[in-house]
Nanobody
């Protein structure tokens, strides 16, 4: 099993940057595909980015491509989401997730483990 704890959320002005971190417990962290999702008020949870266990494969939602970057440090059991050029529409609770299927899926249903989320608010 994997337990996930996000951090790094907060209030940021439009055009600014923020880095989210997700610390994972468990010795098998390096075997999991890691993903970031977000959920805005009144909306469904949506895919943001995912990275394979090796870091060799990444996928991004079109809405964040070129602005958000996912990375991981398996030695530290941590995955990151670097966000730049933030927009008010990026405001949401951001969730870290893990799945052991091996594919960088965009589907919420394929991720078995979830963190509690961290709020990111982008002011205009």
């Amino acid at each position: 099993q994997v337990q996930l704890v996000e951090s790094g959320g907060g209030l940021v002005q439009a055009g600014g940057s923020r880095r989210l971190s997700c610390a994972a417990s468990g010795r098998t962290f390096s075997r999991y595909v890691m993903g970031w999702f977000r959920q805005a008020p009144g909306k469904e949870r949506e895919f943001v980015a995912a990275m394979s266990w090796s870091g060799g494969s990444t996928v991004y939602a079109d809405s964040v491509k070129g602005r958000f970057y996912i990375s991981r440090d398996n030695a530290k059991n941590t995955v990151y989401l670097q966000m730049i050029s933030l927009k008010p529409e990026d405001t949401a609770v951001y969730y870290c997730a893990a799945q052991g299927a091996g594919t960088t899926s965009r589907r919420v249903s394929e991720y078995a483990y979830w963190g509690q989320g961290t709020q990111v608010t982008v002011s205009s």
